[in-house]
């Protein structure tokens, strides 16, 4: 588990999401994204937009209980080289709702802390991925920072076992006639995870004194936010893994959302 000074999320959503915008100012966007297979750039933008608008409409709505629907009023720009301008007029209104709500307040999220940071949090986290995603396909370097990575980290982990109503696969991760556990370590940094796997399902457990694990992934926190994300294969060279290898089969199987 984790103890890390916690960071703004809310400025650093926006300045993922200039980052991203940036690098749509001139862009072909009908440029197929290696890392979505099926997606182009403009879907890419789209579905970045369009998840910030959503949850930006959550928070405004201080909303208590899951709604019956996504659908929100994406305000799409009628030419393609307005959407470096409608991706930045998004989270714009998304700092907009941050400044008007108290990140504290209890709301309904889906994943496992109920209260509005949570929204703040899993903004970033869609962002920064995506930033990468665009990044990529245009044949640019990605940099990530340190302290965002390992946090990402975390959000993935934290929030992965409450994600399976939408991500099905990740009710298969059970373990297999008997508890294990999968160690997530930076390094780089001070992030270290115990994730165990049961009978009846997965979460993060205290570490004990550096317990043994059935199966352990090393690397830096970037790698490790990448992996855990599909956009970096733990065969890569920067990444160690050892132990238990059908363990970790089962769980980059099914852990994707």
Known sequence: MNTAEPLDHRTAVAAESARFAGLLKGA???LAVPTCPGWTLVDLVKHTGGAQRMFTALLR????????????????????????DWLAAGA???????????????????????????????????????RVDAEWTLGLP???????????????????PFAA????????????????????????????WLVQLRADGFGLVPDTDGAAADATVRGTAADLLLLVYGR???SAGSVE???????????????AF
């Not at 209980?65 to 799409?76: A, N």
């Not at 990605?142 to 992965?160: H, M, Q």
């Not at 109503?165 to 390094?187: D, M, N, W, Y």
């Open 92 to 130: 714009a209104e998304a700092a907009e709702a941050f400044a008007d709500t108290d990140l504290d307040a209890p709301m309904w999220v889906w994943g496992a802390d109920g209260h509005a940071r949570f929204w703040a949090r899993r903004m970033l986290f869609e962002t920064l991925v995506h």
């Open 241 to 255: 893994t050892g132990g238990d290898a059908e363990l970790l089969d089962r769980w980059f199987a099914n852990s």
């Open 165 to 192: 109503f939408f991500a099905p696969k990740v009710a298969e991760l059970r373990g297999a006639g008997s508890v294990q556990h999968i160690r997530f370590a930076c390094t780089d940094t001070d992030g270290d």
């Open 142 to 160: 990605s940099e990530i920072d340190r302290a965002l990575a390992r946090d990402g980290v975390d959000e993935f982990l934290v929030n992965l």
């Open 61 to 84: 709505g201080r909303v208590q209980e899951r709604p019956k629907s996504r659908d929100v009023d994406l305000r799409l720009p009628e030419r393609e080289d307005g959407y470096a």
């Open 28 to 30: 072909d966007l009908t």
């Open 232 to 234: 970096l294969d733990r």
